[in-house]
């Protein structure tokens, strides 16, 4: 399945566009299935509806786990670094991990869950959080995986919408010299969910904290698994059931449950881990983003474990317990292919080069970003310190609702070029169309990046709201729209720059503006407020908070602290506000509008230049933000 060179990359490409059925049946043949495929691809862009290998029975577990049994069961499929690099690490062999998960799934099984229940999984990055993903799938239940820095009101909106039956939560998560009462949080997001539909929660010992267990509800990990049997059958999938959900944040709204579905989620995250990073023999792989993401979904577990690969699950942070962390771990494993992501890297920048310099990094053969758009001064000094001036740096485009890696160079087959992302694997027809949906062909060209023929991996729903799903991402004939804009230079490669929708990417974690605005809006002083993203040395991108107050206090960085402290309790404190301003008003169009071109601009520093205002209900407003805003 592996591209080697530009010839064959091209060859592939240009065969995966003309015959992509019959370039999707051959990789597929390449897995493990229960009962072969009717039909490969069955597809409607107006309902819209894709349906991947329709017909066949897989379970994407005995994919990841039961077939490497036979060849290498005692190679390390994961091999756990944890947040205290003086605690022992933890190896898990294929037959080990096999065995972890067949104990869960039973467990799983005796409290009630089957197939299609939705599971919700909220749990540090330990070992059992791939064990929990995994013992899901094989019983057919549909995980849904909150990332652990969420709130409880986060959690709570996430269980309610799925109407999660059970949580797997742990006492507390170790992140840097915190400690964080994850089974607290997740108490008081069971209080608030409106549905009570969790009847069931299994609670694993990490930190050794004091918690409660609520009796008839809550159980110890360790008291229900420890004596499960090691062997689970797998149930038989189709095709098309769903694999599992996991929520993004809209521009608009409560949060998006995306949903993505067994065997084309399998077969291209297979397919693109092996391509993009090259992963070969007993390679050590480590991606250090959190499984509570979609990038350790594809690139944690099922794409690397698929294709037989040792992958590194990390439980830290960058920084801890200094600067040179990373490096630190790839000596200690002798990592091959690291992939990270572009905000890491602007923090580890800072430091002292001597953080890297102390490591030995010789191991590394391929290193990746991805998330957010990578800059060129971060993308040099990856390549030159920790590639060494020489490693192929692969900056990997995609999302959540793409399943998989989309557009990226490839190793030694296509070059690297800061600031672009890349070519579109094979199978992926990536477009670029103006406003009035018009394709634009040639170079260079600019806009919307659209994608004109499905792809295994891509999204099929949002849970509970197809009509969500079509309205954002097929409001446009014949094509997916993935709300970014791009540009295509001669090479044919394409550059991202970012979102065209009020989705700001922050530390490479999405936020959509309008919820955080309704969390504001929810203080009892606050009239109106509006949210923009400005330019982050670190974060890529920060919030800039505009608030309209009823009474203006005399400590207003007191209230700025306190709107601070509103938002990260309601939705996690990655969604905090770096700058708050409170302004008389906010610059509305007639229509009553908010014009936020114009507050970006302020929020960027810009102090003219504001294009045509004359169109503003309230033009002088603008002077009085600027004004506010200088003060800051
Ligand atoms: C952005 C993460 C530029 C983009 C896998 C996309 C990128 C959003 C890149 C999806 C990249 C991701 N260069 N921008 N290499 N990778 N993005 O759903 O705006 O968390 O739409 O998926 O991140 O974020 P998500």
Known sequence: MQIKTLEEYLDTYRRSVEDPIGFWSEIASHFLWKQPWQRVLDYDWDKPEFRWFDGAKLNITENCLDRHLATQADKPAIIWEPNDPNEPNRVLTYRELHQEVCRLANALKSMGVQKGDRVCIYLPMIPELAIAVLACARIGAIHSVVFAGFSSRSLATRIDDAQCKLLLTADGSFRGDKIIPLKEIADRALEMSETQCVEKVLVYRRTGSDISLQEGRDYWWHEMVGQADTHCPAEVMDAEDPLFILYTSGSTGKPKGILHTTAGYMVYTTYSFLNVFQYSGDDIYWCTADI???????????????????????????????????????????????????????????????????????????????????????????????????????????????????????????????????????GIQPILFDDDARVVEGFPASGKLGIRFPWPSMARTIWGDHQRYKETYFRYPQRYFTGDGALRDEHNYYRITGRIDDIIIVSGHNLGTAPIEDVINTHPNVVESAIVGFPHPVKGNALFAFIILKQTPEDTAALAEEINQLIAREIGPIAKCDKIAFVPGLPKTRSGKIMRRILRKIAAGQTDDFGDTSTLLNPEVVEQIQKTVQQL
Request: net charge neutral; no cysteine.
């Open 292 to 426: 509570g993401w979609i990038t350790g979904h594809s690139y944690i577990v099922y794409g690397p474990l698929s294709a037989g690969a040792t992958t590194v699950m990390f439980e830290g942070v960058p920084t801890y317990p200094d600067a040179g962390r990373f490096w630190a771990v790839v000596e200690k494993y002798r990592v091959n292919q690291f992939y990270t992501a572009p905000t890491a890297i602007r923090a580890l920048m800072k430091f002292p080069l001597d953080f890297v310099q102390r490591y030995d990094l010789s191991s590394l053969k391929v290193i990746g970003t991805v998330g957010e758009p990578i800059n060129e001064e971060a993308w040099i000094w990856y390549k030159k310190h920790v590639g060494n001036a020489k490693v192929p740096i692969v900056d990997t485009w995609w999302q959540t609702e793409t399943g998989g890696i989309l557009i990226t160079t490839l190793p030694d087959v296509l070059l690297d070029r800061p600031t672009f992302a890349g070519k579109p694997l094979p």
